[in-house]
């Protein structure tokens, strides 16, 4: 794991994020390295948000993962600031590797710098060995995660 | 429901949100009326972000029900923009009077309007009836959230 770079996603990484997106078993229906051009305009929205952080793992100058983290000011417990981890990918080639918690690290490290008291994600049921995942890194599973598609 | 208004919540209308959020099983344990500044703070930043959109629903001159929607911009699914709902609360009189579903079809269609593709919210585990609330709604219990305390 030496010279792992954590580091803003410029716009000349989004193929290699797409292709992660994509090489999952529920973003394999869900994703398409066809048109890239929904995910640039994508990219060039979070880049405007200063309470976007859209993120890669880099290691010898190639991609191997990522993760959005969304600050999310709020009123409830005291104006407590959160945030929220969304698109956590690690290359199929790196599964295994603590790159994923590494990931996790840096959103819950990054989090704690901008003042959040709280970390939260949701993950699809589906997804077991995230979940065990999650719970080693110290998340409570207290909640339940409803989604509407429009 | 007559002359019920949705709309952005003013400084002003703070005191009775966090008298809302207070009177709340869980929100008894996190919430204090005694020092508004920490909300009164976290309301001038929300009010300055364009993603974000604490409303109040007003009937009569009377603050009886709030939600915060937060607009998530994001690669996955194709570039898709979602949208997050949270601290929906109903003044304790008006329970059972349709204006949670009020507020959140509010809360749908202006997701919708904003271009969203999807609507997300956690409710705590325990929070039974807030479940089949949103399932009679249309949403789906296809998520476990997670949540670590900083």
């Known amino acids: 794991m030496e010279d792992l770079e ?15 997106l994509a090489d999952d078993p529920l973003g394999a229906r869900r994703e398409s390295l066809e048109d890239l051009a ?6 060039a929205r979070l880049s405007a948000d200063p309470n976007q952080h859209l993120m890669v793992a880099v290691r010898a100058g190639r991609v191997i993962g990522t993760l959005q983290l969304t600050v999310v000011p709020g009123l409830s417990r005291k104006g407590a600031t959160r945030s929220i981890i969304e698109g956590v990918r690690v290359h ?4 295994g590797s603590g ?3 590494r990931l996790i690290e ?3 490290d990054a989090s704690r710098r901008q003042g959040c008291q709280l970390v939260q994600l949701t993950s699809d049921a589906s997804r077991t060995d995230a979940h065990r995942f999650y719970e080693r890194l110290g998340f409570a599973a ?3 995660g409803f989604k509407l598609q429009l």
């Open 106 to 108: 840096w959103a819950v």
């Open 92 to 95: 199929s080639d790196e599964r």
């Open 6 to 20: 954590i580091r803003a996603a410029a716009a000349e990484d989004v193929p290699a994020i797409v292709a992660m």
């Open 99 to 101: 790159l994923g918690t």
């Open 142 to 144: 207290s909640h339940v």
């Open 38 to 43: 929904p995910y640039l305009a994508a990219h």
